[in-house]
């Protein structure tokens, strides 16, 4: 298990300080789906206009892009390389930096770093690593079709490879679509909402297999769920306790006791 939990307390610290997943590879398949962001009829009739407006807005800029630019699904961070040469080098505080890197200089969040640029408050040497500024405008269509799909659902994929063959997928979003969020907080100024976030990734272990978690988090409070294969479920089981542990010390968060349950077989009869 020496691999395994800083993984997973890495993992779950980036979404903590994210509060703010890409299309999978053939060989595997993304164990997450999109959730679909809850609303009741009420919220949606006094969205009206506003909410409506928005998505005309985005559906209209998506029009303006080839089709073969578009994305299918989710906007997503797919990692080029191994972000360690092995488990032996595998460091938590160094993977929880490149993660985060992995998904700053995507190329989803340009404008932002644009802004932080021009305010003095990012080196041009980061900046210059999106890849707005090394590809043509042609290139960069595909990029500004994720951010628009990015705008409009708040999904985020995450596919990287942790070392050489230990692929980690894994899915980012908000409980509630952003754009009803966004009306709400306006509406609401003096009583807005925490917003809640949920989150799932999947890890493939030469030494544990397929491991799974899913994550809900709200203020300081998480949910942790985790799925092992039935073989390794007592070892799993044995290190949860630590885990929670080091989460409430290191992160200063509410976690009540992490479940573990065995992977059902995929195999159909």
Not at 97 to 111: H, I, M, P, T
Not at 173 to 201: C, G, H, M, T, Y
Request: hydrophobic share 40%; charged share 20%.
């Amino acid at each position: 298990m020496s691999s395994i939990t800083p993984l997973l307390d890495t993992l779950v610290h980036q979404v903590m300080k994210q509060r703010t997943a890409v299309e999978p590879l053939p060989r595997q398949t993304l164990p997450v789906q999109q959730i679909l962001p809850t609303a009741t009829t009420t919220e949606f009739s006094q969205a009206g206009q506003q909410v409506a407006r928005l998505i005309a807005i985005i559906q209209s800029l998506q029009q303006q892009i080839p089709s073969s630019n578009l994305p299918k699904g989710a906007a997503h961070v797919q990692g080029s390389q191994p972000l360690f040469p092995g488990a032996a080098e595998l460091d938590a505080a160094r993977l929880a930096s490149r993660l985060g890197q992995a998904v700053r200089e995507s190329g989803l969040f340009y404008e932002n770093a644009l802004s932080r640029w021009a305010a003095d408050k990012l080196p041009l040497t980061n900046l210059l690593r999106h890849p707005q500024a090394q590809q043509s405008a042609a290139q960069n269509q595909s990029i500004l079709g994720q951010q628009l799909e990015l705008m409009q659902s708040g999904v985020l994929r995450l596919e990287t490879e942790i070392w050489p063959q230990v692929i980690l997928q894994m899915l980012v979003q908000p409980e509630r679509n952003p754009l009803i969020k966004r009306w709400r907080d306006q509406q609401e100024a003096d009583d807005q909402e925490v917003p809640a976030w949920q989150s799932e990734f999947k890890l493939e272990l030469p030494t544990l297999g397929e491991l799974r978690a899913q994550l809900r988090i709200q203020s300081h409070n998480l949910e942790l769920r985790l799925q092992c294969q039935p073989e390794h479920l007592d070892k799993v089981k044995a290190e949860v306790e630590a885990l929670a542990i080091r989460l409430r010390k290191q992160i200063g968060i509410s976690i009540a006791d992490i479940p573990v349950t065995a992977l059902r077989s995929e195999v159909s009869e």
